[in-house]
C-alpha cells in the first residue's frame, strides 16, 4: 500500500471532523473522493499533508510512519498536493514557483532543478506565462500553476482538491487530461471534486465521505449505485451529474 | 566646503556601519515577520564577545572576527531554534514580547558580567590611520567598514535575487504554511537566517565598537539606528536599508558639527521628516 491511514480523528474545539477513518491506496490507483459539504475532504488531505497534525491514529506512507513528520518532510517523503483556492507565491513567477518546488521539494539543485522546473510548466501548458508574477495570472493559469508546483516536487503521491472548481467545461476537459497524463506517468491520485461526472470518468476508484466516515468505497459505477450514497446526495444534483458523464 | 565634504563623507562612512546593523532587522522583518526588540543588544553582546576574546588571545579586533563570527552564527542558530521559533507566525505582539524580555535579560547579564563600565576595542593605530585625497581626509577604519558594509550588502542581494537559499526566503517570507507543503524546512531556514543576522552583526558591532565606546545599556540606542535605517529605507528592501543608514549617519555627522551633543538628535530629526515626508519609506518595494 501507498498510504494507509489508520483509524485517524480530528476535531476542533469541541466539533468532531473525522471521527475515526481508516483508508488504504495502491501504488498507482486513481480515487476520486467526494461527500458534502462539510463531510471533512479537506481535513482528511491535511492530515495526510501534513498541514493538520491528527489528534489520534497513523498516517503511513509507502510503509513509513510519517504521522509525527511536519508538511515539508512529507513533500520530501512524496506527497503533493494541490488548494482548492490557488496558493501560488505571488512575487514570483510562474516557473520560479515550480523551482522552489523542485529545489525543495525533489531535492535537485542547479540544471536538475531547472529542467524539472520547466518540464512541469511545459506539461501544465504553461510555457508562455513562465515568466509572468504569479500575482497576474488567471484564474486558470493559477490552478494549472497549483497542479505544476506539486507535480515539481516529484510526489508519489498527489492530491487534489477541486482543482476543476470554478473553470468552464472546456477547461475542465483540458485539465482532467493533464491529471490523467499525470497519473499515467506514473503518480498515485487522489482527488477530491464536486464535480462528480469528471471524477466518474476518470477514477477507477471513488470514496465518499460523510461526516468523517467512510460511507461507500468502490468502483465509480457501483458506488454511485450505492444507497447510502444516493440517500445524502439526495436532493443534490447527482443524477444530473451522472447523466452527464454518460454524455 | 571642504569640512563639509569631509563631514559627508564621514557620514557615509558610519552610515554604511548603521545599515549593516539595519541588515539584519530588515532580514528578520522580511522573512520572518518578526521584529526583534533585543537586536541593539545582541549587537552589543558581538562587542562584548570580541573584547573577551582580544583579551583570551592577546589579539587585536580584527583577528578576533575569526572567532567572534562563527560564534555569533551559533548563537543566532541556537537562539532561533530554541527560543525565537516558538513566536514565529504568532503574530506581532508575541515576538515583540518575547525579544523585549530577552533584552532586559541580555542586558542584566552583560551588567552582571562586565560591569557597567564603558569599553571600547583597542585597534592600534590602525584606528587613527588616514589618507589625504585631495584635500579630504579619509580615515582607513571608516574606509574599510564601508568596503565590508557594501560587500555585505551586494552578496545578500545576490543571494535572495539569485540563490536558491533567496527563493526559500521568498517563499517562506510570502506563505509559509504553503512553502512547508512544498518541502520548505522553515524552522531550520529560520535558524539560518538569524546565524547569518547575528554574524553580520558581529562584523558591525566589532567595526563600531573601534570607533565608539559602548556599555550594556547600549542596546536601544543601537536598535534605534538600526530601525531607522530599514524604515526609511522601505520595509523589504535590501538596498534601501543601505541608503536608509547612510541617510542617518550623514545627518548625524553634519548635527555633531553643529553642536557636538547633537548629532543623534539630528539623526532622529531627518528620519521624522522623511517619514512623515514618505511614510512608505524612500523607496518603494523594488526587491523583496
Redesign the interface.
Known amino acids: 500500500m501507498l498510504l494507509e491511514l489508520r483509524h485517524v480523528s480530528k476535531r476542533y474545539g469541541a466539533m468532531m471532523v473525522v471521527p475515526d477513518l481508516s483508508l488504504s491506496v495502491a501504488e498507482g490507483d486513481f480515487v476520486g473522493v467526494i461527500g458534502p459539504n462539510g463531510a471533512g475532504k479537506t481535513t482528511v488531505f491535511g492530515l495526510i ?3 493538520l497534525r491528527c489528534d489520534a491514529g497513523a498516517v503511513v506512507l509507502g510503509g513509513l510512519d510519517v504521522t509525527a513528520l ?4 512529507r ?2 517523503a512524496g506527497i ?2 494541490t ?1 482548492q483556492i490557488p ?1 501560488p ?4 513567477t510562474a516557473y ?1 514557483n515550480a ?3 523542485a ?5 535537485l ?1 542547479g540544471r536538475q ?1 531547472q529542467a524539472l522546473a520547466r518540464d512541469a510548466i511545459e506539461r501544465c501548458g504553461l510555457e508562455a506565462a513562465a515568466d509572468i508574477l504569479a500575482a497576474r495570472l488567471t484564474l486558470l493559469q493559477r490552478k494549472r500553476l497549483e497542479l505544476a ?2 507535480i ?2 516529484r510526489p508519489r503521491l498527489l492530491l487534489l482538491d477541486e482543482v476543476a472548481g470554478g473553470l468552464t467545461d472546456g477547461e475542465m476537459n483540458q485539465l482532467l487530461q493533464l491529471v490523467v497524463s499525470i497519473h499515467r506517468s506514473g503518480v498515485t491520485v487522489l482527488w477530491i471534486e464536486h464535480l462528480v461526472h469528471a471524477l466518474v470518468s476518470a477514477a477507477g476508484r471513488l470514496v465518499v465521505l460523510a461526516d468523517g466516515r467512510l460511507l461507500s468505497d468502490g468502483d465509480p459505477g457501483s458506488v454511485m449505485q450505492d444507497r447510502a450514497v444516493r440517500e445524502t446526495y439526495l436532493g443534490s444534483d447527482i443524477d444530473e451529474e451522472l447523466t452527464h458523464a454518460e454524455h | 566646503m571642504l569640512i563639509a565634504l569631509e563631514t559627508l563623507i564621514g557620514g557615509l562612512m558610519l552610515g554604511a556601519l548603521y545599515a549593516l546593523f539595519g541588515l539584519g532587522l530588515s532580514l528578520s522583518l522580511g522573512v520572518m515577520r518578526m521584529i526583534n526588540i533585543a537586536h541593539g543588544d545582541l549587537i552589543v553582546l558581538g562587542a562584548y564577545l570580541c573584547s573577551v576574546v582580544m583579551q583570551m588571545f592577546g589579539i587585536g579586533p580584527f583577528l578576533s572576527l575569526m572567532l567572534v563570527v562563527p560564534l555569533m552564527f551559533v548563537i543566532g542558530m541556537l537562539l532561533q531554534s530554541l527560543l525565537l521559533n516558538r513566536v514565529v507566525g504568532q503574530g506581532t505582539l508575541s515576538p515583540l514580547l518575547l525579544t523585549f524580555g530577552l533584552s532586559i535579560v541580555l542586558q542584566n547579564f552583560l551588567q552582571e558580567t562586565f560591569s557597567a563600565d564603558t569599553r571600547s576595542l583597542q585597534a592600534g593605530d590602525i584606528a587613527l590611520r588616514g589618507f589625504d585625497l585631495g584635500g579630504v581626509s579619509i580615515g582607513l577604519l571608516p574606509l574599510l567598514s564601508t568596503v565590508v558594509s557594501v560587500i555585505i550588502f551586494a552578496g545578500t542581494s545576490w543571494l535572495i535575487n539569485g540563490s ?1 537559499l533567496g ?2 526566503a ?2 517562506v517570507a ?2 509559509p ?10 524552522r531550520n531556514f529560520y535558524a539560518l537566517i538569524t546565524g547569518f543576522i547575528l554574524a553580520v552583526i558581529a562584523m558591525a558591532a566589532v567595526l563600531y565598537g573601534i570607533r565608539t565606546p559602548f556599555a550594556p545599556t547600549s542596546g536601544p540606542e543601537r536598535l534605534l539606528y538600526s530601525f531607522e535605517a530599514v524604515v526609511l529605507g522601505g520595509l523589504g528592501n535590501i538596498w534601501g536599508t543601505f541608503i536608509g543608514g547612510v541617510v542617518i549617519g550623514v545627518a548625524q555627522l553634519f548635527g555633531a558639527k553643529i553642536s557636538s551633543g547633537l548629532g543623534p538628535f539630528f539623526g532622529h530629526l531627518v528620519f521624522l521628516v522623511a517619514l512623515l515626508a514618505r511614510p512608505e519609506g524612500l523607496f518603494r518595494r523594488i526587491q ?1
Open positions: 499533508s501534513g498541514g511536519g508538511a515539508d518532510e513533500c520530501r503533493g498536493r488548494f496558493h507565491f505571488q512575487g514570483m520560479e523551482l522552489v518546488a529545489t525543495f521539494g525533489a531535492g539543485r532543478a508546483r506539486a515539481a516536487t | 536558491h527563493r526559500q521568498r517563499a510570502d506563505d504554511a504553503t512553502a512547508r507543503l512544498v518541502g520548505v524546512d522553515d523583496r
